[in-house]
Each structure stands twice: as structure tokens, then as C-alpha cells.
């Protein structure tokens, strides 16, 4: 039976997401900080579909936690406990308003969460995926500068890691709230874009898959906006204003359903390095920002999100390491055998 980690996944997308997948009959791993809100959640899938469903504690904005989390797991499958990973589906994240504030690594609050806790985590539990896995991210039509959500949340700044992730300190000035979020969403499209780059030079048969899930109210995402806000967002109204705009809209259910479909659907297996949008009721691949692809910013951004986390060269799977490095590191090798 499939096995799948969502991070996330007890609640708003990524809730449907695994009411989705567990339909399906596939085993979770709810990935989350809190464990007595994931606890319901899991017992829920379980006595309804009869799947298996563990959760793990993990803070994504917390580096250490991450480490914590992917040591934890990694450890149960190697004895047994636990069965591979068929995708890795890096869902959880947010929008944080209000004056800019910083993880307990010390970098600013949205880059952490949204960018680097994934980076790591998908770098650490590479080796517990299965060969044909998937790695799926939840990204934001945000990102795009040229889109109508760019432009309403915050034009998305450049993908530059070290400055995103010190943003503010030294008496800089700091993004707003909108452009941290959606440049956090761009750098996740192009994490996307690089890890499918660097598993193609690897022959790797892994998928990367960027997925957009559209504005949906319903979420989480405006928690931190005033009432009347949050509540004129769910109307009827404003859906149709939205739509009039050009904004891309959805719900939790439709999106929920395409993220489950992206992570574990038989139509999605060969579709490595695309991007993906729910739009009123339709998925589709779509152009993402013409930045996303621009690879030698995205070689940056990983190598600086390296340094960022302080991942080693050892610590990084062989397939994920830059062509460059596993080629030199392979000559090396060959030349210690002769």
C-alpha cells in the first residue's frame, strides 16, 4: 500500500488532501507542531478507511525540529517499523502579517517556514523515498509578478536566499507582509524547477511537481486578517468579484483533491518540473513566473538554502547534489580506487 507524508495535512488543503488520499487507501504521515490536533485528525482516517496513518512532530520553521523529525523517521525505517515514502508533499505553510519576526534559527519568519523547513526535510527523507516517488510543494500564483494575485498580494522580490532570510535585520528595511509571502512562493516554484533539474542529471525517476491551489478563502490563510475581512472573503460576492479580476479561485475541497491527485494519481507520474494550477474547478499545467525559470538563480537558491540550513555534503543524497559536485566527487572516488 502507497505511503505518503503530507506536512500540514490535519487541516484546511491538506486535510482534504488526506481525506482524499485515505479514500484512496493510502497510508499518511501527517506531518505537523502540533501533535493533539493531528492526533483526532489521524484516528479519523484511520476508522473510516481502515489506512494506516502516524504522525510526526515537526515544526518546519524550526531547523532543529526538522532535523529532529526526518533522524525519527529515518530511524524507524531502518528497523523495519515504517515502509518507504512513495511522495513527499510539502504543504504546510503561511502568510505572516504584522512587523517582520524570525524562526529560532534567526531568519525571517515566512522564508523559514515556507521555503527552508521544506528544503531541508525533503533533503534529509531523500533517501526514504521511494524510487519512483514523488516530491509535491504547495506553492501560490502569488509568486507571478505578471498575475493578478501577484499584484494584489505584493510583486514577488528577488529569489535571493540570503537576503530573504535576514530581511529586516541590520536596520534594513523590511518587505511586507504580501511580498515576503509571495517571493516565499516563488522561491518554492523554483525549488521545484531545480530539484527536478538535478534528478534529471541523476537519472533519477523521482517526480518534483509545483502546485498552485488557487485563492481559497475557506483556509487558514487570512486568519490574521480583521474580521469583517475574513468574512467578506467567504461571500458569494466577493467570489465573483474575484473571478471578474482574474484572480484564481477554488475551494477546499477541489484543491485538496488535486494536491492528493499531483502526490499519488497514475496520470501524474511523468510530469517532473511542471506547474500546476486549480482553477475553478479544473487542473492544469500553466506557465509559472517567467523568473521560476530561470536556472542559474535557482542553482543560487538551493546552494545558498545549503548554507542556510548547514547541510553538508555528506548529509545531501547523491542524486540531489549539483551535477558539477557529483561529478567531481566521482572522479575523486575513482581515482581513491586506483
Known amino acids: 500500500m502507497p505511503s ?19 479514500a484512496r487507501h493510502v497510508d499518511l504521515v501527517l506531518g505537523g507542531r502540533d501533535a493533539a490536533r493531528m492526533r483526532p485528525v ?35 525505517r531502518a528497523s523495519g517499523a515504517v515502509p518507504e515514502l512513495d511522495a513527499i508533499v510539502c504543504n504546510a505553510g503561511g502568510r505572516f502579517d504584522g512587523d517582520v519576526s524570525y524562526s529560532p534559527d534567526g531568519y525571517e519568519t515566512t522564508f523559514a517556514t515556507n521555503c527552508l523547513g521544506h528544503f531541508l526535510l525533503v533533503e534529509l527523507l531523500f533517501p ?16 507571478d ?7 494584489l498580494v ?22 511586507s507582509a504580501g511580498r515576503r509571502y509571495s517571493t516565499s512562493k516563488l522561491c518554492t516554484v523554483m525549488y521545484a524547477y531545480e530539484l527536478d533539474r538535478r534528478l534529471r542529471a541523476a537519472r533519477s ?25 475574513r468574512w467578506a472573503s467567504r461571500t458569494a460576492a466577493m467570489k465573483w468579484v474575484s473571478r471578474r479580476m482574474g484572480v484564481v479561485t477554488s475551494d477546499v475541497g477541489f484543491s485538496g483533491a488535486s494536491l492528493a491527485a499531483l502526490a499519488a494519481g497514475p496520470d501524474y507520474a511523468g510530469v517532473s518540473g511542471t ?29 545558498d538554502s545549503k548554507r542556510l540550513v548547514a547541510l553538508t555534503d555528506d548529509e545531501e543524497p547523491p542524486q540531489l547534489r549539483s551535477p558539477r559536485l557529483r561529478s567531481r566527487q566521482l572522479r575523486s572516488a575513482a581515482t581513491d580506487d586506483a
Do not use: C
Not at 525517476?205 to 475581512?229: C, H, K, M, Q, Y
Open 145 to 151: 509578478p505578471d498575475s493578478t494575485d501577484g499584484r
Open 275 to 303: 506547474y500546476f494550477q486549480a482553477h475553478d474547478g479544473t487542473l492544469s499545467a500553466v506557465p509559472s513566473a517567467r523568473l521560476s525559470y530561470d536556472a542559474r538563480r535557482a542553482a543560487r537558491l538551493w546552494d
Open 205 to 229: 525517476e523521482v517526480a518534483s511537481i509545483a502546485f498552485d491551489p488557487g485563492s481559497v478563502p475557506e483556509t487558514g490563510f487570512l486568519r490574521d486578517l480583521p474580521g469583517p475581512v
Open 42 to 76: 489521524a484516528d479519523e482516517l484511520s476508522a473510516r478507511h481502515g489506512v494506516s496513518v502516524t504522525t510526526l512532530t515537526v515544526d518546519v520553521a524550526s531547523l532543529a525540529s526538522v532535523r529532529a523529525a526526518a533522524a525519527r523517521w529515518r530511524t524507524m
Open 128 to 143: 526514504v523515498l521511494s524510487e519512483r516517488g514523488r516530491v509535491v510543494y504547495t506553492a501560490s500564483g502569488t509568486h
Open 4 to 22: 505518503i507524508l503530507i506536512t500540514g495535512g490535519h487541516s484546511g488543503i491538506g486535510l482534504a488532501a488526506a481525506r482524499e488520499l485515505a
Open 154 to 175: 505584493g510583486t514577488a522580490v528577488e529569489p535571493d536566499a540570503l537576503a530573504l532570510a535576514t530581511n529586516g535585520k541590520g536596520g534594513g528595511k523590511a518587505l
